[in-house]
């Protein structure tokens, strides 16, 4: 089992830049991939970033719709990801949710995650 609980979402202008964490607990120990998805009002969950977990070595995957905007990067001693985005768009507004999968190194779609946490809500305001 993986715990995840995320933080840092919050109200933010056109271009302006938000971190969101996400700490891991659980069976940490174990190698297996971290993502961030989103959901608008009335939308399906969508791919943002996943990133890789093992002790040796990580590699990153973004949607194009952030890619060059958002950083997905991790903290093994804190066992905590993050998402800095940057030059938000008010199409960038959605709660976030991270998630973590011990089947796969990296995924990019929602039925390869096992896990999920709680959402974080990010609004962009223009």
């Known amino acids: 089992q993986v715990q995840l609980v995320e933080s840092g979402g919050g109200l933010v202008q056109v271009g302006g830049s938000l971190r969101l964490s996400c700490a891991a607990s659980?069976?940490?120990?174990?190698?297996?991939?971290l993502g961030w998805f989103r959901q608008a009002p009335g939308k399906e969950r969508e791919f943002v970033a996943a990133?890789?977990?093992?002790?040796?070595?990580?590699?990153?995957y973004y949607d194009d719709s952030v890619k060059g905007r958002f950083t997905i990067s991790r903290d093994n001693a804190k066992n905590t990801v993050y998402l800095q985005m940057n030059s938000l768009k008010p199409e960038d507004t959605a709660v976030y949710y991270c998630?973590?999968?011990?089947?796969?190194?990296?995924?990019?779609?929602?039925?390869?995650?096992?896990?999920w946490g709680q959402g974080t809500q990010v609004t962009v305001s223009s």
């Open positions: 998630a973590a999968t011990l089947r796969f190194s990296l995924a990019t779609v929602t039925q390869e995650y096992d896990y």
């Open positions: 659980g069976r940490t120990s174990s190698n297996f991939a």
């Open positions: 990133i890789s977990w093992t002790s040796s070595s990580s590699s990153t």
